[in-house]
């Protein structure tokens, strides 16, 4: 929405925003692994390296370009990630079975 309403001040500016949204969704996707273990899960990264990014792309509009073409390969490195993870792996929701009506343990 912000990329589109942009457009009202400038129409190139919905262009170069719009370019940037399959890599920043790829970046996102490339940080997502490992995101439980982190303190700030995917939102941390996204925001420090998409803020950099912004300023880059603020400065030289003809980067998204760059960034643009770069998608595969964060793609590609998403998909190497995805396939070297262990799915066999089960991590139990540890909670506190009293007051909830559907937990055998509370009754």
Not at 1 to 10: E, H, I, Q, R
């Amino acid at each position: 929405m912000v990329a589109l309403a942009s457009g009202v001040v400038d129409a190139r500016t919905v262009i170069v925003s719009l370019a940037m949204l399959p890599p920043v969704a790829a970046l996102a996707v490339l940080l997502s692994h490992g995101a439980r273990r982190r303190l700030t899960r995917v939102s941390g990264a996204l925001v420090l390296i998409g803020t950099a990014l912004a300023i880059a792309i603020a400065f030289y509009p003809l980067l998204c370009v760059l960034a643009l073409a770069m998608t595969p390969v964060l793609l590609r490195a998403a998909a190497r990630r995805d396939r070297r993870q262990i799915v066999t792996g089960w991590h139990e929701l540890h909670h506190d079975a009293t007051g909830d009506s559907l937990a055998w343990s509370a009754q």
